[in-house]
């Protein structure tokens, strides 16, 4: 199936914050499931959208959308804007989310997400792409590596 012919790729629109809050609350249960931190919670939703949206209308970051006919199937969220405390180098943008509705999955569409994201990082000059992934979710690990992801950090914690 060619899903360039049905599938459009764009920037996020107002009317499209009810699916954008929906895949985010289905892609916390994803992750509460897995690391159990996070509540899924339309509260939760609301302060993310909020955040997010902020970032896009300051030029900090991009939304994409996944349009198949005149339904969205995911998004992913970029981030490439500095901020905080240090000085650091513009040139590192970070996927903050990517979700793909599960009946869509393996189809390409996340892929063609993040190729859409690359070059619109790139066309910003950016020169690195970081992200953070659950190790348990290892669908996700094994996308990111197929597309040239490779570990950098580890991240650990302990229950106590």
């Not at 939703?45 to 909020?50: G, K, N, P, T, V």
């Not at 902020?54 to 981030?79: D, M, P, T």
């Amino acid at each position: 199936m060619n899903l360039g012919a049905k599938l459009l790729i764009r920037d996020v629109l107002p009317n499209d914050v009810d699916d954008l809050k929906r895949f985010w609350l289905k892609l916390a249960k994803e992750m509460y499931d897995i690391e159990g931190y996070i509540i899924p919670s339309t509260k939760n939703a609301e302060i993310w959208l909020s955040f997010a949206l902020k970032e896009v209308e300051e030029g900090r970051s991009n939304i994409l959308v996944a349009q198949e006919g005149l339904e969205l199937v995911g998004f992913i969220h970029l981030a490439y804007g500095v901020s905080g405390r240090f000085e650091t180098s513009s040139t590192i943008a970070t996927i903050h989310e990517m979700y793909v509705k599960p009946r869509h999955r393996g189809r390409g569409i996340g892929t063609m997400l993040l190729k859409e994201g690359i070059k619109r990082l790139k066309e910003k000059g950016i020169k690195q792409i970081r992200l953070s992934v659950l190790s348990g979710n290892e669908k996700a690990v094994r996308f990111y590596e197929k597309h040239g992801f490779k570990v950098y950090r580890y991240n650990m914690h302990m229950h106590i």
